[in-house]
Each structure stands twice: as structure tokens, then as C-alpha cells.
């Protein structure tokens, strides 16, 4: 069954940092590209994070210099690695993949960001 399963939330404070983790299972595979998207209480989801086919990246001007998404093919598992945390990342983390054209969300890790 696909399915993917976000891992990695937490509470940190103003300046730290987690590792957020995405694993694919069933038919769903990282080396299709992968999206991080984010959303906070009372706005709409938002793209954070993309990593496609090629391995090429591309970050929300927001993140950008602080995130990094990766992957590891072998573990069939994408990765966002969160430095220098703000209060305003604070929101639901969910991770994006993709098969045969349809879309496949996991459940979300919820990070916190405390000032």
C-alpha cells in the first residue's frame, strides 16, 4: 500500500534546528522528486521545499539558506533539514509524492518553534 510517513517534529527553540524525515513505501519511490509543504494554523498550505527526479532543489524564498531537502534513494526516504528556526515555522510539515499522476500526502509531523 502507498503510503508516506512523515517523522522528526518536535519543539525547538528560536535558532535551533530538526531534521524532519519522509519515508515512501509501497509503489511511491523518492527518486520520483518529493515536496515538502508546510501549513499554520489559519493559512493555506504552503510548498516549502522541492527536490525532483534530476536531484535538482528548489526552496520558498523563505526558507531559503536555512532548509535543505534531500533524499536517500536506498531508503527510499526524503529529508528536510530545518537550521536557524523562527517562530513563524511553526506549522504542520507534510511530505509529497507523487505516482502515476496522483498525488499522496503523509499525515504531517507538527514542528514548534518557541521565541
Known amino acids: 500500500q502507498e503510503q508516506l510517513t512523515e517523522s522528526g517534529g518536535g519543539l525547538v527553540q528560536t535558532g535551533g534546528s530538526l531534521r524532519l524525515s519522509c519515508a515512501a513505501s509501497?509503489?511511491?519511490?523518492?527518486?520520483?522528486?518529493m515536496e515538502w509543504y508546510r501549513q499554520a494554523p489559519g493559512k493555506q498550505r504552503e510548498l516549502v521545499a522541492t527536490?525532483?527526479?534530476?536531484?535538482?532543489?528548489a526552496y520558498a524564498d523563505f526558507v531559503k539558506g536555512r532548509f535543505t531537502i534531500s533524499r536517500d534513494n536506498a531508503k527510499n526516504t526524503v529529508y528536510l533539514q530545518m537550521n536557524s528556526l523562527k517562530p513563524e515555522d511553526t506549522a504542520i510539515y507534510y511530505c509529497k509524492g507523487y505516482l502515476y499522476g496522483s498525488d499522496y500526502w503523509g499525515q504531517g509531523t507538527q514542528v514548534t518553534v518557541s521565541s
Open positions: 509501497g509503489r511511491i519511490s523518492s527518486n520520483n522528486g
Open positions: 527536490i525532483t527526479s534530476a536531484g535538482r532543489t
